[in-house]
């Protein structure tokens, strides 16, 4: 029987072997997740909000637990990975307190007696998700999901199984009915014949460009409706009436934030040539002074990457960076460890057409670029694929303001990274994918709107 191997990043040792599901078991999986959905789009808000509250408590009362699992599978600081856990809680209250009230029916006046737009559940929504945020990812699709009355089927990134198996038990806990939550351990050849299954209405994923393009064609081949949240490379623009200890410090998270590997977060830093010397001098120091260690050390600024490999191509690209005329300040150099560390890094002087610029460095990698006024760092800003994310750190909100309405991408944040919130909606522009989750758009993106009109 094929199975899946997690490995703890930390140390390269074995965590645990999980067996892969035949093409049968998925067959079943998927019909049982269709059967539950007959019934579960059945039940009113309030049973389903009483059940979503619990799965809440769940996550609290298993916090730490669920915490350790992630840092050993992903290799995430164990302090993220509890608020990690958290947000999931507080994502799970929101739905299920606010979920009746984003999709109440809306009156639309017409010539009839009566007409009105209502928002109705569509069946088994599949989630193709990343190792990055192995519980909140997951629950960013699911919760919203469920509170509508649809179902889920995961296929969670085969080194974070532990996640995806501790999850679908967290629902059982709760009392969800069987079905409505199902974690699918399959290898990725088999997505196409989940995604071509009849039982498979919908399709969202959180992952690489390459991977949206690929699960969307299939999908789109298919009928099937589809979210697509992918790379990034934001830019956060560095204005010279900054205030330059928080903006460095905000630098400094924001970039080493889940070990460097999240697709909101700092990637790019465009910087005013009056301040770009003492902003690089300060971000390095901070930068320099980052601890990275053992994850699992409550004193670990940030820990490994999630796998070898995706830290050699990492360094292949500073490489090459460096390679192109980009100059390294800090970093950039493979430590002698077993684990897949990779140090803070700075590249500066970027230019459009080198590798730090064009493409996401998904890792402890910060590429600096100069800019000669506010103008200029917008052009450089919105030259990208990508625009998920952004940001402006200013002295002014109003000078914040104005140039975050400019910069192409879903968000752009004036003087705080940007971070995913129930209430607002998430997802990005260009390459970085279509659709939204969260807030009120993301609840309505897996639903029948649907036109009831009576003479």
């Known amino acids: 029987m094929a199975s899946t191997t997690t490995i703890n990043p930390a140390t390269g040792e074995k965590i645990a072997e999980y067996n892969r599901l035949s093409v049968n078991e998925v067959k079943d999986k998927i019909a049982q997740s269709r059967k539950a959905y007959e019934s579960w789009k059945q039940k009113a808000y309030e049973e389903r909000a009483q059940l979503m509250h619990k799965l809440a408590d769940v996550l609290d009362e298993n916090k730490e637990e669920y915490a350790q699992l992630a840092t050993r599978e992903m290799g995430k600081t164990i302090g993220q990975s509890r608020k990690e856990i958290e947000k999931c809680a507080l994502v799970c209250r929101y739905y299920a307190d606010n979920s009746k009230g984003l999709l109440a029916d809306k009156i639309v006046k017409t010539e009839a007696t009566k007409s009105y737009v209502t928002f109705q559940p569509i069946g088994v929504v599949l989630a193709v998700m990343p190792w990055n ?25 085969s080194n974070v199984q532990g996640c995806a198996f501790a999850l679908e038990e967290a629902f059982t806990k709760a009392g969800f009915p069987e079905g409505a939550f199902t974690n699918l351990n399959i290898d990725s050849k088999l997505v196409k014949d989940v995604i071509e299954d009849k039982n498979i209405v919908a399709v969202t994923l959180t992952g690489s460009d390459p991977a949206g393009r690929s699960v969307a064609s299939i999908a789109g081949q298919n009928l099937k409706k589809t979210v697509m949240e992918l790379g990034g490379s934001d830019a956060y623009i560095i204005l010279d009436d900054v205030d330059m200890e928080e903006a460095t410090d905000l630098a400094t998270f924001g970039r080493l934030q889940n070990n460097g590997q999240t697709c909101i977060a700092a990637k790019r830093f465009v910087v005013l040539d009056a301040i770009y010397a003492e902003f690089l001098a300060l971000f390095t120091k901070k930068m320099k002074a980052a601890k990275m260690g053992e994850p699992t050390a ?4 940030y820990g490994p990457m999630a796998r070898k490999d995706l830290r050699d191509e990492l360094h292949e690209q500073v490489l090459k960076t460096i390679a192109q005329g980009g100059r390294l300040v800090l970093g950039g150099e493979i430590p002698d460890t077993n684990g897949a560390y990779y140090p803070a890094t700075i590249l500066a002087d970027l230019e459009p057409g080198m590798e730090g610029f064009d493409n996401e460095l998904f890792g402890p990698v910060a590429s600096v670029i100069r800019a000669k006024d506010d103008a200029h760092a917008i052009e450089l800003a919105n030259n990208s694929q990508f625009g998920l994310g952004s940001g402006v750190f200013t002295g002014n909100n109003e000078r914040g303001e104005r140039l975050a309405r400019q910069l192409e991408a879903g968000s752009s944040f004036v003087n705080k990274l940007v971070v995913s919130d129930p209430r607002l909606p998430f997802g990005g522009v260009k390459n970085s994918g279509y659709g939204r989750e969260l807030a009120v758009y993301g ?13």
């Open 133 to 157: 945020f192995p519980f909140y990812q997951a629950i960013r699709f699911a919760a919203p999901a469920l509170m509508v009355g649809n179902t889920g089927v995961l296929k969670h990134a």
């Open 298 to 301: 409550e004193d670990s600024y």
């Open 443 to 455: 609840i309505r993106e897996f639903v029948n709107t649907k036109t009831i009109w009576i003479k």
